[in-house]
């Protein structure tokens, strides 16, 4: 443990304050408590660099809500957030909002939905 530590402060330090940080969770979410500790602790670890925000990475494989991204919040001195990929992480970090499609894009061609309703 005294190894990851050094680790993390050591990079943390080469950063300017103000940072941002994505962290990729490639596990089957964090089910043992040991991992959630270590996840909330390196929060911490970083927020006293001066992270600014934090993004949290799922794996596909990993379950949405176990992430604990709520608690991780209440516990934690900077804004964390979730992703569903480093691309989206990335955008969440740099203030990009989400995109959204447009309800034309959604609906269906008028052929495909005259033969349905007919």
């Given at each position: 443990m005294p190894?990851?530590?050094q680790k993390i402060e050591s990079a943390c330090r080469a950063l300017?304050?103000?940072?941002t940080c994505v962290a990729v969770l490639r596990k089957n979410g964090?089910?043992?408590?040991?991992?959630?500790?270590?996840?909330?602790?390196?929060?911490?670890?970083i927020s006293a660099y001066g992270v600014s925000k934090v993004a949290y990475v799922?794996?596909?494989?990993?379950e949405e809500n176990e992430i604990p991204?709520?608690?991780?919040?209440?516990?934690s001195y900077v804004p964390v957030h979730c992703?569903?990929?480093?691309?989206?992480?990335?955008?969440?970090l740099d203030g990009i909002p989400p995109v959204v499609m447009s309800l034309n894009?959604?609906?269906?061609?008028?052929?495909?939905?005259?033969?349905?309703?007919?």
């Open positions: 190894v990851y530590v300017v304050p103000g940072f964090l089910l043992r408590q040991i991992d959630k500790d270590l996840l909330f602790n390196t929060t911490d670890l799922r794996d596909n494989q990993a991204s709520i608690n991780i919040n209440q516990h992703a569903s990929n480093f691309n989206e992480a990335e955008a969440i894009r959604l609906a269906l061609p008028k052929k495909i939905a005259n033969i349905r309703m007919n």
